[in-house]
C-alpha cells in the first residue's frame, strides 16, 4: 500500500511511502497486526481483553524513522542555526530512541456493531518512562452496497508527563542545541482523532481498503515549541489478499 502522513506528531509537512500492510490472527488468540501484538484471553465474545505490545519507531531530527537501533545519540553543545529560521523544528533536538511498548487492551461490545476500545502502554522516549492511554468508539462494518464496507471511529489518547516530555519536551541542553526555549510539559490529554475506513471487495480473497485518520493534538503536547501544525491528516490505500 501507500500512506500519506505527518513526518512527526505536529510537523507541518507529510512524507508519502510504500508501506506493508499485515494482520494475522491465530486459533489460540495471538494476533499481529501492523506494528502491534497480542493475545485475546477472553471466553465472551461481548468482551475483549488481554496483553498488548508495540514498536514505537525511532524519531531521528528529520522526524522520520531511524531503523530499530535503541541507541541514543548524543551530541557536543554546537552552535546552531536558531530553529526559528529552520523548516524543521526538530533541527538539533535529541532524537528519541526505539521503545518496545508494552501493556494490555481491553474492548466490550455494546451491540455487535458498536464497540468501545482502550489501551494502556508503558516504556516510550528514551527514560522508557512514558505511558500512553487510548480510549475510543466504533461504528464497524456498515454495509455500503454489496461489495463496500465502511467504518468510523472516534478516541482520545492520554499521556503521562514522561511521554510528553519525550516527545513534545526541550530540555536544557535541546534548547541550547535548537534555539527553542525549554519546555517541560505535564501530562494529561494529548489529542482527539476521528477515522474512517473503506473496504472494497473485489473477491472474497482480494480487496482494496482505505484508512483516513484526522489528529488534533490539545493540551501541553498542543503547546509544544516542535509542533507547526496541531492537527494531522494521515491517508492510506492498500491491495490486500486475505487467506
Do not use: C
Amino acid at each position: 500500500g501507500l500512506v500519506s502522513a505527518a513526518r512527526y506528531e505536529g510537523a507541518q509537512h507529510s512524507e508519502r511511502k510504500a508501506l506493508p500492510v499485515l494482520q494475522v490472527q491465530w486459533s489460540n488468540g495471538v494476533f499481529v497486526s501492523g506494528m502491534s501484538a497480542g493475545m485475546h484471553l477472553s471466553r465472551d465474545p461481548r468482551v475483549e481483553f488481554g496483553p498488548l505490545v508495540e514498536l514505537q519507531r525511532r524519531r531521528d531530527e528529520s522526524g522520520r524513522g531511524g531503523g530499530v537501533d535503541g541507541m541514543l545519540m548524543r551530541y557536543s553543545v554546537v552552535s546552531l542555526p536558531d530553529a526559528a529560521l529552520s523548516e524543521n523544528r526538530l533541527t538539533g533536538m535529541t532524537p528519541v530512541a526505539t521503545r518496545l511498548l508494552g501493556g494490555g487492551f481491553l474492548n466490550a461490545y455494546l451491540t455487535p456493531d458498536w464497540r468501545v476500545t482502550g489501551s494502556l502502554l508503558y516504556g516510550a522516549g528514551n527514560e522508557r518512562d512514558g505511558a500512553r492511554l487510548d480510549l475510543g468508539v466504533q461504528r464497524l462494518a456498515m454495509q455500503a452496497g454489496a461489495q463496500h464496507r465502511v467504518s468510523v471511529a472516534a478516541g482520545v489518547s492520554l499521556v503521562n508527563a514522561g511521554y510528553n516530555r519525550a516527545f513534545f519536551g526541550v530540555d536544557e541542553l535541546d534548547s541550547l542545541r535548537s534555539g527553542h526555549p525549554v519546555y517541560r510539559p505535564g501530562g494529561g490529554l494529548k489529542d482527539a482523532h476521528l477515522g474512517l475506513r473503506w473496504n472494497w471487495v473485489f473477491t472474497p480473497s482480494w480487496m482494496l481498503t482505505s484508512n483516513l485518520q484526522l489528529v488534533r493534538l490539545a493540551g501541553d503536547a498542543r503547546h509544544s515549541p516542535l509542533v507547526e501544525r496541531p492537527t494531522n491528516l494521515t491517508v492510506s490505500t492498500a491491495i490486500a489478499y486475505r487467506f
